[in-house]
């Protein structure tokens, strides 16, 4: 299955879901089951690594990753078995993409996967925040990922 997550700029959110979710298939021994990827709606950051601030708030956990950003393409719509949007506006941009009702079906919110998500099913943007904001986000995105593998591995989400 392929799997694409995607943010804004590819540097914070995305690329984290990418490798915890990476790492948590390896710890369940499925990870052959998933090709993953992680992308941006915007070419903002193109070419650069993951936000430092991110990457210490990992490195405090006990994780640590590293990546390129780069812009997801339209095209990718067809390529992809599933692509998990951050938020509702990096959603509504994807969707205005879509050019058929198969492209739109594979488009999900990451919170939707959150068992804290409730009604707010927007991953908060730490960019411009303090580190409470990147470790707020962290814990939100760990959560969602393993419920993401959960839903998969149990067929409760088949795309």
Known sequence: MRICFVCQGNIIRSPLAENLFRRLS????????YQLDSAGTSAYHVGEGP???????????????????R??????LD???LIIAMDKANRRILESWVTDEEQRGKIRLMREFDPQGGVDLDVPDPYYGGPEGFAHTY????????????ALESGTLTP
């Open 26 to 33: 390896q710890q369940q021994g499925v990870e052959g089951k």
């Open 51 to 69: 936000d430092r601030r991110m990457r210490q708030t990992a490195r405090e956990r006990g994780f640590q990753y590293d990546g390129r950003a």
């Open 71 to 76: 812009q997801f393409k339209p095209v990718e």
């Open 79 to 81: 390529q992809f078995d």
């Open 139 to 150: 814990e939100i995105v760990e959560r969602s990922v393993e419920g993401l593998l959960e």
